[in-house]
Every structure is written in C-alpha cells, then in structure tokens.
C-alpha cells in the first residue's frame, strides 16, 4: 500500500513540473515576441526618420532623390506587415490603422 502513494505522489510531482516548465516556455515565448515587437517598432521608428530625411533632401535637390523615399516607404510597409505578424493580427487592428494613417499623414506632411 505504501508503494501505491509512493508512485501518486511521484506522479503527481511529474505533472506538476511538467506544468510549470510548459508556464515557463510560454512565458519565454512571450517575451522574446515582446523584444521582436518593440525592436520592430525602433525599426520603424528609424525608417520613418529616415523616409523624412529623404523626403526633405527630395523636395531641396527639386525631385532627383525620389527612388530612395519610394525604398523606404516599401520598407516601412514591410515592417508594419512583421509586427502584425508577431502579434498574430492577420488584419490591421483598430491601433494598427491608427499607426498606419499617422506614418501616412506624417509622410504627407513632409512631401508637402
């Protein structure tokens, strides 16, 4: 009888840690896509800066740079497309419309 708490006992040991070691690669999971997430959004940060830089040096050169402001609007593009992907928005959330229209509206404001 002894041996059958035993083994309740050893099994219910290796549940329990089975449990918290899956919690705990969630956990990691989570937030390494946290880290991608926030290096996306740096990324993107700097391309907009960078888009800007190249929409002033369009508009001081009378339009002989246009290739590179086109560049990085299709990079900027493709970094908004990787965030939504880590965080698993197959479409654009109300934030990410929100975020899309801002980089539209403040490109806009930079051409002119």
Do not use: C, H
């Amino acid at each position: 009888m002894d041996s059958y708490w035993a083994l309740a006992i050893l099994l219910l040991i290796g549940v329990l840690s089975y449990r918290t070691n899956r919690s705990l690669v969630e956990n990691q999971d989570a937030i390494f896509r946290g880290q991608e997430v926030l290096t996306g959004l740096n990324e993107l940060m700097v391309e907009i800066l960078e888009a800007e830089s190249a929409a002033r040096g369009f508009r001081d050169r009378g339009g002989k740079v246009l290739s590179r402001s086109l560049y990085l609007t299709t990079q900027m593009n493709a970094t908004v497309a990787q965030l939504r992907t880590l965080l698993r928005s197959p479409q654009p959330t109300a934030t990410a419309r929100l975020a899309e229209g801002l980089i539209a509206e403040k490109l806009a404001s930079t051409a002119a």
